[in-house]
């Protein structure tokens, strides 16, 4: 398009067409022509066809059975551990990516005796989920590096490595393997080079047998998790 131009304006006849008013459309012509090929050049943020990994790092709240009993008297922080995560997974379209996480931490449990004693304990945790997460600014492809993803997935958890200096008193039981499933959102900010930084905020729910008592109340434990990660996209 911008040879036509050229060719159109060098065509014209020099009395119509003063040599220094060709010398400012030419160059001015080839300039505009050559925007909409600027405009179609690939983003670096999109990412449609390739795989990416993570890791991340951060704390976890467990509520399980008896954790109320924490809040009321005034131990908010000890139901907190630490929490991570690795994380595979590949964009299958714009705006849409499946991935397989791992995650692992230790929990904070309680449990009640019949005389309204707090009898502290915990335990390590493994969890294997497969997800689904929505990129949904990607849908629309409006590309940036700001790329904030909403996700659900399911899977199960194993909790082994009780911690109950009160058994047998206070029995757990340990080991236990239970179906989970979860759901958050993440905030990520990428870099053209394919590596990101984001926050996960998240939460996860596990059946009631997780946290060693069995069925002892409601039909299911929880965490609610922040961490913070890095990601990199493998671009081909």
């Known amino acids: 398009m911008a040879f036509l131009s050229f060719a159109f304006v060098a065509c014209l006849p020099c009395r119509h067409v003063d040599e220094v008013l060709r010398k400012i459309l030419l160059p001015v012509l080839i300039l505009l022509c050559g925007v909409p090929s600027l405009s179609a050049q690939v983003?670096?943020?999109?990412?449609?066809?390739?795989?990416?990994?993570?890791?991340?790092?951060?704390?976890?709240?467990?509520?399980?059975?008896?954790?109320?009993?924490?809040?009321?008297?005034g131990q908010w922080w000890t139901p907190v551990g630490a929490s991570g995560a690795l994380s595979g997974g590949y964009n299958i379209a714009n705006g849409h990516e499946l991935?397989?996480?791992?995650?692992?931490?230790?929990?904070?449990?309680?449990?009640?005796?019949?005389?309204?004693?707090?009898?502290?304990?915990?335990?390590?945790?493994?969890?294997?989920?497969?997800?689904?997460?929505?990129?949904?600014?990607?849908?629309?492809?409006?590309?940036?590096?700001?790329?904030?993803?909403?996700?659900?997935?399911?899977?199960?958890?194993?909790?082994?490595?009780?911690?109950?200096?009160?058994?047998?008193?206070?029995?757990?039981?340990?080991?236990?393997w239970v179906p989970a499933f979860?759901?958050?959102?993440?905030l990520e900010y990428d870099f053209p080079s394919g590596l990101g930084l984001f926050a996960d905020i998240g939460l996860c729910f596990y059946d009631d047998p997780y946290d060693g008592q069995g069925r002892h109340s409601f039909v299911l434990d929880m965490d609610v998790g922040l961490n913070f990660g890095v990601i990199y996209h493998i671009k081909q």
């Not at 990416?52 to 009993?69: C, E, L, R, T």
């Not at 009898?119 to 497969?130: K, R």
């Not at 979860?182 to 993440?186: A, D, E, K, P």
């Open 43 to 73: 983003t670096p943020y999109e990412y449609k066809g390739l795989w990416y990994v993570s890791i991340q790092g951060g704390a976890s709240y467990f509520n399980g059975d008896d954790a109320h009993i924490y809040r009321l008297q």
């Open 182 to 186: 979860h759901f958050g959102t993440i």
């Open 99 to 176: 991935r397989l996480s791992a995650a692992f931490g230790k929990k904070n449990a309680s449990r009640v005796t019949y005389k309204e004693e707090l009898h502290p304990y915990s335990f390590q945790s493994v969890s294997i989920f497969a997800d689904y997460a929505l990129a949904f600014l990607s849908l629309a492809e409006n590309f940036n590096p700001f790329n904030p993803k909403l996700y659900l997935g399911a899977g199960c958890a194993y909790s082994f490595n009780f911690d109950n200096p009160w058994s047998p008193e206070l029995p757990v039981h340990d080991s236990n």
